[in-house]
């Protein structure tokens, strides 16, 4: 059983930066060898894979967030990052990580909000 605990988010300004972390406790050997996935919920709106990252750290990212956020994962501290650059207005909502592409219902966390505004 994996854990996952969100993090990072805020209220930040049009075109501003910000980096999500996400943790996992528990079984280290799950973390390793699954692939992990960042998803997000706008308002109103269903939640969606928006990026995700192999055991390989190949990644794949939704075309609204392609070329302006990068995943990344470091296994040693089973912990996976979302760096979000270029924020828009659009992008504001709950941000979760958990597997993908198929994500596990026991897995969701609270998320982190993130907020685009000026």
């Known amino acids: 059983q994996v854990q996952l605990v969100e993090s990072g988010g805020g209220l930040v300004q049009p075109g501003a930066s910000l980096r999500l972390s996400c943790a996992a406790s528990g079984s280290d050997f799950i973390f390793r060898l699954n692939t992990m996935g960042w998803y997000r919920q706008a308002p109103g709106k269903q939640r969606e894979l928006i990026a995700s990252?192999?055991?390989?750290?190949?990644?794949y990212y939704e075309n609204p967030v392609t070329g302006r956020f990068t995943i990344s994962r470091d296994n040693t501290k089973r912990t996976v990052y979302l760096q979000m650059n270029s924020l828009k207005p659009e992008d504001t909502g709950v941000y979760y990580c958990?597997?993908?592409?198929?994500?596990?219902?026991?897995?969701w966390g609270q998320g982190t909000q993130v907020t685009v505004s000026s």
């Open positions: 990252i192999t055991i390989n750290h190949n990644t």
């Open positions: 958990n597997f993908a592409p198929v994500p596990r219902d026991d897995n």
